[in-house]
């Protein structure tokens, strides 16, 4: 089959919403019948994502086949409403890991092996391959960054190639932002006409612009952008601030950006599936009543600035849910580590409906964490623990429920004398030998579910599969112990024996998983354990 690819590149700064943009796009080709699968393409030397710091990189990813990957193929998965496979993200350190191992294998015949046109060359079959594995009609590829950057030149030389060998299968987009400078008062069009200059430099003139901007880009400027960057001037795309991301899909439609894609490849929509989307975007936009929750966590803060992205998933799981359930969902974000320097701000927790604790990792705020919790056991706060706010919810009922003192897990204290959370069995050479890399339990794993509980009825099946993310795991040898206190084991990995849900009774909702429900969580199809959380929040009247 024909293959069609759509490569997106950024002009003038990063975190504009190109991976918005291009999933936004992906929807508007969906809804016209055609069948679309997104790549990214981080330009770093990290193999994975799951080795950077999520305050400078944002949200780690984790798809069903266990990869750490870049949030923007969440973006890709919730706007797309399907899988998207580890293939589909390549970093600047995967590519040049799989060339240097061809070279050691002898794959190149005995040739030197060059920077280009072999790196460029190992994109594009990673390209291919995606696009033959997922039988797509159009493949988009963001290329992270910036265009400029000396770190996604060799992926702007891929596209050259690809579209130098396929000119009519293959365009390229500039996700461009136009700043309204305060002191100057109209938008500018300078920063992205040079960003184009810049991108045909590398030999690929865009054939449409997105100018991101916080309104939409008028007459003059479209024409001013056209004229000097080459680009008609009706393929130039407004895409303005809006108060969903959602709703871009909508706004693009209405400037007809998916039929220009199609007509620039001359092909035209088979059919118009847009309504469910349309019927979702009206019901976020006509929810009133607030439903308040808390998510409790550390990787907010980067110097003056406080930063949700590092939580992106579970953000748009608690939106996905409250939306369903007609409520407007009001996030707030807490830093646990405010709980150990000042226990009486724990009060706060009283004027939210629910409270979140997302996945984490090391000692820095653990215990405000263990503090937040108690308080939502005590004060029927209804919690949910996701991954460590799992494993804290352990911790914290066993030092104070079962009056276990200094239970811990070990990957924070290795001599704790009650080690409720200990590594998951197998895991132990990865720490000694500092393999830390890729090698935690990740991806999907089955949960056969506990009849009569809290998840089962939740669920509304006897067995799920959730994505995983974690080195350390529930120690059985308390089970019995914690079982005998109250605690309900609600789930459990029917192979490895591993406890992998944990809840309480006579509480409004008290429910911990260890895995990352988060990620399946789609604005068309909202997680269930989510609903019941956010359902039983909405119940609560806090203050
Ligand atoms: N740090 C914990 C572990 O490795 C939890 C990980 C997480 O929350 N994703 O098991």
């Known amino acids: 089959m024909t293959h069609r690819y759509i490569f997106i590149a950024g002009g003038v700064m990063s975190g504009v919403g190109k991976g918005t943009v291009m999933a936004a796009l992906g929807r508007e080709l969906l809804n016209k019948g055609y069948s679309v ?5 981080d330009p770093y030397l990290n193999i994975d994502a799951g080795t950077m710091n999520p305050v400078e990189h944002g949200e780690v990813f984790v798809t069903v086949d266990g990869d750490e990957t870049d949030q923007d193929i969440g973006n890709y998965e919730r706007f797309l409403n399907t899988d998207i496979p580890s293939m589909n993200y390549m970093t600047t350190g995967r590519v040049y890991q799989t060339v240097i191992q061809k070279e050691r294998n002898l794959e190149y015949g005995g040739k030197t092996v060059q920077v280009v046109p072999d790196v460029p060359n190992e994109v594009i079959s990673r390209i291919e391959r995606s696009a033959e594995q997922a039988k797509a009609d159009f493949v988009l590829i963001e290329i992270g960054g910036t265009v400029g950057e000396y770190e996604n030149i060799l992926f702007l030389e891929a596209a050259r190639l690809m ?21 100057v008062g109209e938008m500018k069009t300078k920063p992205t006409q040079q960003a184009i200059r810049t991108m045909a430099g590398a030999g690929l003139t865009p054939d449409f612009v997105v100018a991101r901007s916080a309104v939409v880009i008028d007459e003059p400027r479209r024409k001013k952008l056209s004229l000097f960057g080459n680009v008609r001037e009706d393929y130039v795309i407004g895409s303005p601030d809006v108060s969903t991301i959602y709703e871009v899909p909508l706004v693009f439609e209405e400037q007809h950006f998916g039929d220009k894609v199609l007509s620039s490849f001359g092909l035209a929509p088979k059919t118009d599936a847009s309504g469910e989307w349309r019927e979702m975007v009206a019901r976020i936009k006509s929810v009133e009543k607030p439903v308040r929750i808390g998510v409790i966590g550390k990787y907010f803060s980067t110097g003056s600035f406080t930063l949700s992205d590092a939580y ?47 996945g ?23 919690y949910l623990g996701l991954c460590y706010g799992m494993q804290c919810a352990v911790i914290e009922y066993a030092r104070n429920v079962l009056g276990l003192a200094d239970a811990h897990t070990t990957e924070i204290n290795a001599d704790t004398p009650y080690p409720v959370i200990h590594l998951i069995p197998g895991q132990e050479g990865n720490v000694e030998n500092n393999h830390y890399g890729g090698t935690m339990r990740l991806g999907s794993y089955p949960c056969r579910l506990t009849d009569g509980t809290r998840v089962r009825a939740a669920y509304g099946e006897p067995s ?3 994505r995983h993310r974690h080195r350390y795991e529930f120690n059985n040898d308390y089970r019995d112990q914690l079982e005998n206190a109250g605690l309900v084991i609600a789930g459990v990995n029917p192979e490895q024996n591993l406890v992998e849900i944990v809840e309480i009774k006579n509480h409004p909702f008290f429910v911990g998983v260890q895995f990352h429900p988060e990620f399946q969580s789609r604005p068309l199809k909202p997680h269930p354990l989510f609903r019941a959380f956010i359902n039983a929040a909405k119940t609560r009247s806090a203050g």
């Open 37 to 41: 699968t997104a790549l990214k393409i």
């Open 360 to 382: 984490g990792f090391g000692a820095r705020g653990i215990e405000g964490k263990i503090s937040a919790i108690r308080y939502c056991r005590e004060h029927n706060i209804p």
């Open 312 to 358: 992106i998933s579970v953000i748009e799981a608690i939106k996905h849910a409250s939306w369903d359930e007609n409520l407007k969902p009001e996030l707030v974000w807490l830093n646990s580590e405010e709980y150990e320097k000042n226990p009486e701000t724990l009060k706060e927790l009283e004027d939210l409906q629910g409270v979140v604790i997302p």
């Open 163 to 183: 579209r130098y060998a396929h000119p009519d299968d293959v365009r390229s987009i500039i996700v461009s932002y136009m700043p309204v400078p305060a002191a």
């Open 464 to 466: 799920v599969k959730e």
